[in-house]
């Protein structure tokens, strides 16, 4: 509770206190004021006074607001009083004079102006200023004496009652409770003035301190009176402080439990209180123990054996828990468990923490069309979440896209795997889908994107490939044989075979690939001169770099394992090779396509006759097919023979057979032979795979 104390007025000399006083007045007062006319005035008061004005006198033409002749005021700068017209001095006093104060320690501005418009000269206005002392104690409520305030000529000051001191902000009274202990192996220690109600604004520390193989035992009275809210929040609080941390804060009518261990051979004792209350407080003795060791070595581990404390030369076994492992010297070790020996002190030697598996970031290639999902920083510990996701829409995510650290330190899929997934291309899907109708000899030419796997080879001989990834292409091993293995060039993404002539090239969309590597099926007979096998007829070219993949740049899906084939079965054939023109053979400026039939395996096994009249080889590795006026043909070698035919909405489509041998189109048999791709599914996935 604050007091105020009145003192004696003390008699200060002219040189000690000079007050701010004076008149104001319009411009002629007391004879009158003429239009036009102005006066500006200001004043400030000194620190810890107040600045007034009370006039004695006021005569101006009255208007509407005032809006004519006026005597405005303002207090620091904010406007608190209009005047006009005539008032008579009781109203002045009553009415007018008690708002014209300023804050302490503020300024009071007065303005005055007439105009022209004035009927009969009125004699103005005269008012007196002075300063006076204001009376903190009594007038503000801010002042923040906590107990006694005492006012003087310009402030005041704070005291306090006996027993009480001023702290260091000079406005709150408190006691002196700060007490060093140290040495003491027990005592009492209890809130100021106990057991009578303890102190406001306390700020009590005790400080204990013994040898560092002894710990403190606090014991604590049955009665304990600390207030708090309704709530249960600590409006005063007891914390005690030892080297582990901060305990409490207690508060409420339950004392901590007895005995308290500190499990420290130092602790403080605090304890502080608001300006508000009558409470008790709380009262305690304490005396000292040999220290043990905790049962928690560390956080995220358990001791074996178990016990609720160890005593010195007791040694356990700590396990990390699971996801967790040793962490010595800044290291984490691949173990997940320690030995270590209570020692006198209470502490637990060696002790190593133990902290999360770290998983790391995963292991991807920096030009991978693999990605993690808000990779800026990705989070690796134990039981922590990445996902994966294609950064390509022509690419699609083979396996989980989530994976989790597991407590190997290994990034784990759902399903336990913990290889990391890959992007796998979309394959036999076209953006652009060709007519039911056509054929290469003399048939439809393709649009951009209807069959975007297939490659043009122009040199040393013309022929297609397929593009069965964005590194692998397939064709017939006879359109490859002999040729050095990064001398080849491919095109594809174009079906307009003048875009790859070198003016043409840099202004069209063709992509240009070069061959790293030509992989010829090892049990295809290379080098002869008059052919009559072409069993086997397949090789593999790898391309030098990864190709970006578009709409008019996709691969065609291997087939499936045992998928087989079906008589009359119908599929489309596709490539630049010789055409039919004004009843003659010529090739193809434009990718052709026709969509043909898979003969029955009796009439492929019916095989044409070479020039030296000797019958070609049929191996079922080989299947034949064709349709009226329509066939592969030559120069069409090593493209592609695709199932299902063409068609919207029936894909994704598949590589079945390459454009192999036939009898001369000329001769207009309509039947020409293909590598069955489907009995070369391990062979290409071998080779691959090794390079």
Not at 404 to 416: F, R
Not at 564 to 581: A, C, H, P, R, Y
Not at 619 to 637: E, I, L, P
Request: negative net charge; contains cysteine.
């Amino acid at each position: 509770m604050m007091l105020r104390l009145s003192l004696p007025l003390l008699l200060l000399s002219h040189s000690a206190y000079s007050m701010l006083l004076g008149w104001v007045e319009s411009p002629g007062y007391p004879t009158g004021y003429l239009p036009y006319s102005s006066l500006n005035w200001s004043r400030c008061a000194p620190k810890g006074h107040t600045l007034s004005i009370r006039l004695i006198h006021l005569d101006l033409e009255d208007s509407q607001d005032c809006e004519n002749d006026a005597v405005k005021v303002y207090s620091d700068g904010n406007l608190i009083s209009v005047l006009c017209g005539k008032r008579e001095f009781e109203e002045l006093q009553s009415a007018v004079n008690p708002s014209l104060v300023s804050s302490p320690g503020g300024c009071l501005s007065l303005s005055f102006y007439s105009d022209y418009s004035n009927t009969r000269r009125h004699t103005g206005f005269r008012g007196f200023y002075s300063s006076q002392d204001y009376d903190e104690c009594e007038s503000d409520p801010d002042n923040r004496c906590t107990q006694f305030c005492h006012n003087f000529i310009g402030g005041y000051y704070c005291s306090c009652r006996h027993g009480y001191h001023l702290d260091k902000d000079k406005h709150t009274c408190t006691v002196g409770c700060t007490e060093d202990l140290s040495g003491l192996k027990k005592g009492d220690i209890s809130s100021p003035s106990w057991p009578a109600s303890y102190a406001e604004n306390a700020k009590c520390q005790h400080t204990l301190s013994v040898e560092p193989h002894l710990q403190l035992e606090l014991h604590f009275s049955d009665v304990f009176d600390v207030e708090q809210s309704p709530d249960g929040q600590c409006i005063d609080a007891l914390r005690i402080v030892t080297h582990t941390g901060t305990l409490g804060p207690f508060c409420g009518n339950t004392p901590p439990p007895s005995p308290f261990l500190t499990h420290s051979h130092h602790v403080q004792i605090r304890f502080t209180s608001d300006g508000f209350g009558t409470n008790k407080g709380f009262s305690l003795h304490f005396v000292t123990r040999d220290k043990v060791c905790l049962a928690e070595v560390t956080p995220h581990s358990t001791a074996a054996p178990r016990k609720s404390e160890y005593h010195q030369g007791q040694t356990v076994t700590v396990t990390c828990d699971v996801g967790y492992a040793v962490n010595t010297q800044g290291t984490l070790a691949l173990s997940s468990e320690y030995e270590t020996t209570c020692l006198n002190t209470g502490v637990w030697s060696p002790s190593y923490s133990c902290e999360p598996v770290n998983c790391g970031f995963p292991d991807i290639p920096v030009d991978s069309i693999l990605q993690l999902v808000d990779s800026d920083n990705p989070q690796t510990l134990y039981e922590d979440q990445i996902e994966f996701q294609c950064t390509s829409e022509y690419y699609i995510l083979e396996g989980d896209d989530t994976y989790t650290c597991n407590a190997k330190g290994e990034w784990e899929s759902g399903d336990g795997e913990t290889k990391m997934p890959k992007c796998i291309e979309v394959c036999g899907r076209p953006k652009t889908h060709p007519a039911n109708t056509g054929r290469i000899l003399g048939g439809k030419d393709a649009k951009l994107g209807e069959i975007p796997w297939h490659l043009l080879i122009k040199e040393p001989r013309r022929g297609g490939a397929s593009l069965i990834n964005d590194r692998w292409a397939v064709t017939a091993a006879h359109v490859v044989e002999n040729v050095e293995e990064t001398s080849l060039v491919l095109y594809g993404g174009m079906v307009d075979a003048k875009q790859t002539r070198p003016a043409f090239i840099k202004s069209s969309d063709v992509v240009v690939m070069n061959s790293e590597k030509i992989i010829i099926h090892p049990l295809y007979t290379s080098g002869i001169k008059d052919r009559t096998n072409f069993d086997n007829d397949i090789a593999l070219i790898k391309l030098a770099s990864r190709v970006s993949l578009g709409p008019n740049l996709l691969p065609i899906c291997l087939p499936e394992a045992n998928s087989g084939l079906v008589e009359n079965e119908q599929g489309t054939i596709s490539g630049f090779g010789m055409t039919e023109k004004f009843d003659k053979m010529v090739t193809s400026v434009m990718l052709k396509y026709a969509h043909i039939g898979v003969y029955p395996v009796s009439r492929c096994r019916d095989t044409p006759r070479t020039k030296n009249n000797r019958h070609m080889v049929y191996t079922d590795n080989m299947f034949c097919a064709g349709a009226a006026g329509k066939d592969s043909c030559h120069k069409d070698s090593g493209g592609s023979f695709v199932l299902p035919m063409l068609a919207e909405g029936r894909e994704p489509y598949y590589l079945k057979g390459i454009v192999s041998w036939g009898p001369p189109c000329e001769d207009r048999q309509f039947k020409g032979y293909y590598t069955k791709v489907e009995n070369y599914l391990d062979w290409i996935k071998a080779e691959i795979a090794q390079n």
